[in-house]
């Protein structure tokens, strides 16, 4: 049975998905298939991701009439693209994802970042030194679109990404229809606390992006930090015999009391899904996909789970950067709407 939280719409979102970030066309499609075949019942993809239409080809395998799920089984969740935050552009880029995704409707639609980039199809419009070139639609305004998708029924729900408490806040002052989710960098080396439990008490579900730490991220240089290889975690995991993504997802599933409701299971004191916290681990490989959600047959002791929270450095892992006079640096960070700036 799987784990839900209940999210403000009623809506019950499993607890664990596949994150589809970096899997590759010719990779994530069976990737899809081999998550939905062992029972994950949520995907998260992404426009930016440039692969919903191979997403959306294992999807039309396996939802539908004569086939094994459908549609309402199955929670997908999809994210508007900062090259198209114009209130003009809005519903043809929902209505793309949901024909590469082959989706008459998504469950939960994000705005991906709360910055907005020069519009057109161009994913990372660039000027000639590597900076990106902004535009100055600001992020209510597109959320005053977003929610026209909701009375359109082309979404479920909309929700937020990368957005911090005060951009949270603001959104929530002048919202007809109020975000659910905000899906954030959260992992042992950035626990989050401060944000997690200031969407809580907004009324938002929290969903964990690049949980296991993102081992392949693209701007990851020599000597950073790779979670999965801590050896804490390596020790942690052989006391359990689990995988150290095991831990690490079980630990995030579970660190907290929340204030939202969680259904399926009974979850005890393990720190991702009791902490109210969503997880959506990437994998394309079919046997770690399946140990990805093999983590409700154990718990983590309140000494581990003690420990595990001093793992916290407050480290962004997932952030873009550009070198700059030979230093590497933030690279939308000028934004007026760069969100990592305020405390959380």
Same mark, same amino acid.
């Given at each position: 049975?799987?784990?839900?939280? &209940?999210? =403000? &719409?009623?809506?019950?979102?499993? !607890?664990?998905?596949?994150? &589809?970030?970096?899997?590759?066309?010719?990779?994530?499609?069976q990737a899809v298939l081999a998550?939905?075949?062992c029972d994950y019942r949520h995907i998260d993809c992404a426009a930016a991701y440039s692969n919903e239409r191979e997403v959306g080809e294992a999807l039309s395998e396996r939802l539908g009439e004569g086939k094994p799920l459908r549609r309402e089984d199955i929670f997908v969740t999809s994210k508007l693209w900062n090259t198209k935050h114009h209130p003009d552009d809005v519903e043809e880029a929902c209505k793309k994802s949901l024909s590469d995704l082959r989706l008459s409707y998504l469950d939960l639609y994000l705005m991906h970042w709360p910055m907005a980039f020069e519009r057109g199809d161009e994913l990372m419009p660039r000027r000639p030194d590597g900076t990106v070139r902004y535009d100055n639609t600001h992020y209510r305004d597109t959320w005053a679109a977003m929610e026209k998708l909701v009375d359109q029924g082309l979404v479920k729900a909309i929700g937020l990404s990368n957005f911090n408490a005060r951009q949270i806040d603001d959104i929530l002052s002048i919202a007809k229809h109020k975000p659910v989710v905000n899906q954030v960098e959260c992992h042992p080396y950035l626990v989050q606390t401060q944000?997690?439990?200031?969407?809580w008490g907004r009324g938002l579900a929290v969903t964990a992006y690049s949980p296991l730490g993102s081992p392949d991220r693209p701007w990851v &240089?020599?000597?950073?930090?790779?979670? /999965?290889?801590?050896? @804490?975690?390596?020790?942690? !995991?052989k006391c359990y015999n689990k995988?150290?993504?095991?831990?690490?997802?079980? +630990?995030? /599933?579970?660190?907290?009391?929340?204030?939202?409701?969680? =259904?399926?299971?009974?979850?005890?004191? @393990?720190?991702?899904?009791? @902490?109210? +916290? #969503?997880? #959506?681990p990437k994998s394309v490989t079919p046997s770690r996909i399946k140990q990805n959600i093999e983590v409700f047959d154990f718990k983590l002791t309140e000494e581990d789970m003690r420990v595990i929270e001093t793992f916290n450095r407050?480290? @962004? /892992?997932? #952030?873009?950067? #550009?070198?700059?006079?030979?230093q590497k640096v933030w690279r939308d960070a000028k934004h007026p709407h760069?969100?990592?700036?305020?405390p959380y």
């Open positions: 049975m799987t784990a839900t939280i &209940t999210l =403000s &719409t009623g809506q019950q979102m499993p !607890a664990v998905g596949l994150g &589809t970030w970096k899997s590759a066309p010719g990779q994530v499609k998550a939905l075949d944000l997690v439990s200031h969407c &240089t020599p000597g950073e930090a790779h979670l /999965l290889d801590d050896p @804490r975690v390596v020790g942690l !995991a995988t150290p993504a095991q831990v690490i997802i079980s +630990v995030i /599933l579970s660190a907290c009391p929340c204030p939202l409701h969680t =259904s399926g299971l009974v979850l005890c004191h @393990r720190w991702h899904i009791q @902490r109210g +916290v #969503i997880c #959506i407050n480290e @962004r /892992l997932i #952030i873009p950067t #550009i070198m700059i006079d030979g760069f969100p990592f700036s305020d």
